[in-house]
């Protein structure tokens, strides 16, 4: 079946960067469009960036545009999300998610599998 799961969340001080790794199994990972998404309370979901299957294409949302770089390793079924120069209002749970095609999907809500969510807390 399809997992997944990722890891390198934490607590990190404003203007610190880290590093979200997601590794995928159970579908031919680079055949499809992956994206990051994120949760807080307050805002819902929000998109955060889209990579096509062939990595020719990346979009980001305005808010992490400059700050967040998305990347993948087909080799290794892994999906990456650095983020730099966080600031707390980047605080949140971050899915990686799995799109239907090998473009990205118009809308989140079209995403068929997505991770567990991991925290990132950024803070002083």
């Known amino acids: 079946q399809v997992q997944l799961a990722e890891s390198g969340g934490g607590l990190v001080q404003p203007g610190g960067s880290l590093r979200l790794s997601c590794v995928a199994s159970?579908?031919?990972?680079?055949?499809?469009?992956m994206s990051w998404v994120r949760q807080t309370p307050g805002k819902g979901v929000e998109w955060l960036s889209d990579?096509?299957?062939?990595?020719?294409?990346?979009y980001y949302a305005d808010s992490v545009k400059g700050r967040f770089t998305i990347s993948r390793d087909d080799a290794n079924n892994t999906l990456y999300l650095q983020m730099n120069n966080l600031k707390p209002e980047d605080t949140a749970i971050y899915y990686c998610?799995?799109?239907?095609?090998?473009?990205?999907?118009?809308?989140?809500?079209?995403?068929?599998?997505w991770g567990h969510g991991i925290l990132v807390s950024v803070s002083s």
């Open positions: 998610a799995k799109n239907p095609n090998v473009f990205p999907s118009r809308s989140w809500h079209d995403y068929d599998y």
């Open positions: 159970g579908f031919p990972f680079s055949l499809y469009a």
């Open positions: 990579i096509d299957s062939r990595s020719t294409k990346t």
